[in-house]
Structure formats: C-alpha cells, structure tokens
C-alpha cells in the first residue's frame, strides 16, 4: 500500500479531529465558561491557530514527502495535542480558582442586589442609577454593573474585580464609578461597603450653596456629627474619586455637588442606613425651611444641648 492511500481525506479529517479536540475544549473554558479568566483566552486561542496551521502543514508535507513525511506530521501533531491539553489544564486551574472564589462570595452578591432593590424601591435612586460595592479580602471587591436594571438585579449580575481594576466578570460591564470606589478604599482602608445614590431631596442640597447641619436634629446628631462636601468632578474621573476620598476623611458620608450622595459603612447595612438617613434629614431641613419662610424660626441645638448627646453617645 502506498503512502499516498494514507493521506484520503478521511484520514486527514480524522487526524485533525483527533489532535484539536483537547484545545477546542480549552478554547471553549476560556472563551465561554469562564468569563473570569480572560487573561488565558489570548494564547489558548493562538495555540488553536498556530497549532492548527503547524499540523495542516505537516500534513501536506506528508502527503508529498512519503514515510518520512507522515513520520514527521505525527510528530507534530503529539506535540500540538500536549501544548493544547496544557493550555486546558491552566484555563481549567485557574478557571476553577478564580469560580471558587466568586462562589464563595454567594451570600455577599446576594446582599448587594437586595441593596440595589431596595434603594430602588424606597425611591432613593433610579434604574439605571447609583452603584454599591463590597469589599471581600484584601484585594478584591464586589461591584454592581452598568447597564442593568438596578430594580430588577440578582445577585448573578454583581461582578467581581481586583483593587487594581481587573474585571473578574467581562460577561459584565464595570459601573462607570468603579474608579471612585477604589479610591475611597484606598483613602479609608477601615470600611468595607460604599453606596452611592441619587435621592431627590439629598441631591437637592448638592445642587445649592447650603450644607446640611446635623445639629438640627437629635437624631441625626447621634448619627453622625457632620456631613461631607465633594466639590464638582466629572462622574467616572480620577479627580472625583479623589475628592471624594478626601471629603470622607472624616465622615462616613458626603454630598456630591450637582450628583449625588456617597456613604461608606464596615457593613453594606450601615451605608445604606447612612444614605437613608441623610435622605430622610434632607426633608425634615427642607421642611423646616419651608416652616421658617412662614415666620417660624428654626431652632438647631444649642452647645450644651450638643455636649450632652455628645456624652451620650461617648464622643465627649
């Protein structure tokens, strides 16, 4: 039998089949079913086509060069098979360190997207507004998403992304505020939670030259002493997360002018009670307001009144 009946097209077709089955299957990890490793998807998918060239060429040498030839493509085609069942033994490692890893943070993706729909629905953001973060280690941070339904959103849709900004869910597209929540971590290194909003009466405040005083209420006194200020910065720039961490040095919330309201908390509980709260003084200072225009004066604490919820609450 001559060396020529080897090479049929069906042998060819076979020997192709056979040798790219294990690098397909890498390509498939990386590109498909697991979006959190993108990092691999560029050389498992120039192993494929280089690969792949490498072995045709070989085939065709064999079919013109005889029992050499053919000895010479089988040899390339063990190692093609190797090279790609390499690459799909590290897609598949680090597909599978990086999915436990988002596994893990089941119950935290869970409370964020109950966060997202609570804000919602207590009408302190829109569906396409504001954006929480949570931290988990040391290096790396649940986010919610852009472009999606924040009245509606699960908790398979908060994406998981490095303090250095690498998006872990590419499935995913990044809040264009992640910049500033990075900021904010890096500026209070003591919280874990950040939420940002857009409620009405808040937001109203931003928008004027008047600053919100917690000495108005008792209440808010004991909630906190005082509440930030972040001057204009175009949203999604370095320079709004900047000021943004400076105005929260100390407090755990501030008005952004002419945006909206951020709160930092060590729980995802505690920042979102700062913005409902500060949403809440926002109309009872407005109101107040409006009170005072019909000749009724307002009246903050007095010093000694501060003093002593200051005792109260071990601040003195």
Known sequence: ????????????????????????????????????????????????????????????????????????????AVRYKCAAWVFHRIVKAVR???????????????????CMRRLYFKGLTTSSGGNISLRVGEKHVLLTPSALDKGELTAEQVLLSTLDGENLSPHLRPTLETNMHFAVYRARPDIRAIVHAH??????????????????????????????????????????GRLVGESLADTDVSLMQNHGIIAVGKTLHNAFDHVESVETFAKITFAAGVLAGGGHAVRPMN???????DILCNRA
Do not use: N
Request: glycine fraction near 6%; aromatic fraction near 10%.
């Open 96 to 114: 599978t360190e990086r999915m436990d890893l988002y596994e893990q943070c089941a119950d935290e993706r869970a409370q964020i997207a109950a």
């Open 1 to 76: 039998m001559s060396c020529a009946l080897r090479f049929s097209p069906a042998m060819m077709l076979l020997t192709v089949t056979v040798v790219t089955v294990p690098c397909t299957k890498g390509w498939r990890y990386a590109r498909e079913r697991m979006a959190k490793s993108s990092f691999w998807y560029v050389p498992t998918r120039m192993a494929v086509v280089l690969g792949g060239v490498k072995v045709l060429q070989s085939l065709y040498t064999a079919k013109s060069g005889g029992r050499k030839g053919f000895s010479v493509a089988r040899r390339a």
């Open 199 to 240: 409620p009405v009466f808040a937001t109203a405040f931003a928008c004027v030259d008047r600053q919100l005083d917690t000495a108005l209420t008792s209440e808010m006194y004991m909630h906190m002493q005082k509440i930030g200020f972040a001057p204009f910065a175009t949203p999604g720039s370095a320079e709004l």
């Open 303 to 309: 010093a000694e009144q501060l003093r002593s919820i």
